[in-house]
């Protein structure tokens, strides 16, 4: 137990601003303290962080906290907070217990304040992290906008039954809230390059000209070892770090995005999300270790299951098509207790991939179509492939309350494509909701 908790405040307000994504180039977003993305925000594992937000858009909103262990009430959706409305405040508290990269944005009206800016990195750090010369967030996002530069709306019925089918991906694709920029990289070097896909539907197959790249982590932090790949996915939601380098001088590449189907309908196109530029060479201080950690396994992958779960498409008079889990949209699940392992059998039973998203819970995968996992990690968003049954493992630590499931495709969720559930602990319901949101004494 930490005896002294660091606090680190933060203020967020939430408004509309115009922000250059390239020269000449001006989108009236909506976001963070005026900047697209939002602020990134900084603390080290165990810190107790405090957000004063403040919403001066001129609809309500509500900050939800992607991936962090926080308690119930804190989590920021309508089912455990009342919406900030215009002109109101609210300060966010809470204990950020995990190392990694995380992320904070909208989660009211999504596909709209979403679709404008409302998002920004959290970044937790920690003395085992690794080693590294520079460490960047890598925030990506895809805008859909018209030849004037405005947020395009679908207004006939059939672009708008397409566009709740497939999702929203625009054409105009930022890193960091800007379109196509030029990173410097210096030779010999090895960065830590925290990636997170914060766009609406687009699935990024992340590709650097076909050189080598360490995957070093995921949403919950810090992999077992480094595995080396040339690509790699990322779905809306999930967040990946990688190590990015030695590069030698002069050499030039693209970070792409490879095509990936994720739809019958919808043909993917290569992209191109930035250019990277090695120049001069610098002295190296990056220290990788062949283990970062140790994941301990949650389950064996032939434990029972205890719930199962099914993400399906099916046809509707009023809408054209339903987003459901379970056969409903915004699905209520039965409770799940405190300290009873959940081991959940989530399948797909549609056309189309759908990345499954657990608010406040880290899970393991413990098998793909009967299939182990190659390797372990702690995830809280996991594409589910069409057709595809995925078996993933998680504890409901002490943190009692209201939580929630949904695809992190922006359109589906907004569909209905989610379930709630809640976490009870029959021991000591009460005085044990008290000691999870009192900070620094679990
Ligand atoms: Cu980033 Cu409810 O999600
Ligand atoms: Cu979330
Ligand atoms: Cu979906």
Redesign the pocket.
């Known amino acids: 137990m930490k005896t002294k908790t660091t606090v680190v405040e933060y203020e967020l307000e939430a408004g509309a601003f115009d922000w250059p994504i390239a020269p000449h180039k001006t989108v009236r977003a909506w976001g963070f303290n005026q900047q697209l993305p939002g602020p990134v925000l900084k603390a080290k594992r165990g810190d107790t962080l405090v957000i004063k937000f403040r919403n001066e858009l001129p609809e309500p909103t509500l900050i939800?906290w992607?991936?962090i262990r926080l308690a119930a009430p804190m989590d920021g959706?309508g089912e455990v907070q009342q919406p900030v409305g215009p002109g109101e405040e609210f300060e966010y508290r809470f204990v950020v217990p995990d190392a990694g990269t995380f992320?904070y944005?909208s989660?009211a009206n999504?596909t709209v304040q979403m679709e404008r800016g409302m998002y920004g990195a959290l970044i937790v750090e920690d003395e085992a992290d690794p080693v590294t010369d520079a460490d960047r967030v890598m925030l990506i996002d895809d805008m859909k906008l018209t030849a004037d530069q405005q947020f395009s709306e679908p207004g006939w019925f059939l672009p708008r039954i397409i566009e709740r089918h497939d999702g929203r991906e625009g054409d105009t694709l930022l890193i960091n809230g800007k379109e196509q920029p030029t990173i410097e990289i210096h030779a010999g070097q090895v960065e830590r390059w925290r990636f997170i896909n914060a766009s609406s539907a687009r699935y990024v197959v992340l590709y650097l000209g076909g050189k080598e790249f360490r995957i070093i982590g995921t949403d919950g932090g810090l992999l077992e070892q480094p595995r080396t790949v040339t690509e790699v996915l990322i779905t809306?939601?999930e967040r990946l770090d990688i190590l990015a380098g030695p590069f030698q001088k002069g050499e030039t590449f693209a970070i792409e995005s490879l095509p990936y189907d994720r739809t019958t309908f919808l043909k993917a196109k290569r992209r191109t999300l930035a250019t990277v530029q090695v120049r001069e060479p610098k002295p190296s201080v990056a220290f990788i270790p062949d283990s970062l950690r140790t994941i301990v396994p949650l389950a064996p992958p032939d434990a029972a299951v205890t719930r199962k779960i099914k993400f399906a498409v099916g046809p509707s008079w009023k809408n054209g098509m339903d987003f459901l889990v379970n056969e409903g949209t915004h699905t209520q699940d039965e409770p799940v207790r405190v300290g009873q392992l959940q081991v959940w059998e989530v399948s797909n039973a549609s056309l189309m991939d759908h990345p499954f998203?657990l608010?406040g819970f880290f899970f393991q995968v413990l098998e793909e179509n009967g299939q182990a996992p190659a390797y372990r990690a702690w995830k809280?968003?996991y594409n589910l492939k069409p057709r595809t049954t995925v078996k993933i493992a998680w504890m409901p630590d002490n943190r009692p309350g209201k939580w929630?499931?949904?695809c992190?495709i922006l359109e589906h969720?907004a569909a209905g494509m989610?379930a709630h559930f809640e976490v009870v602990n029959d021991a000591d319901p009460a005085h044990e909701t008290a000691h999870s949101l009192h900070p620094g004494c679990r």
């Open positions: 939800h992607h991936g959706t992320w944005h989660h999504e809306p939601g998203h608010h809280d968003t929630m499931y949904h992190h969720h989610m």
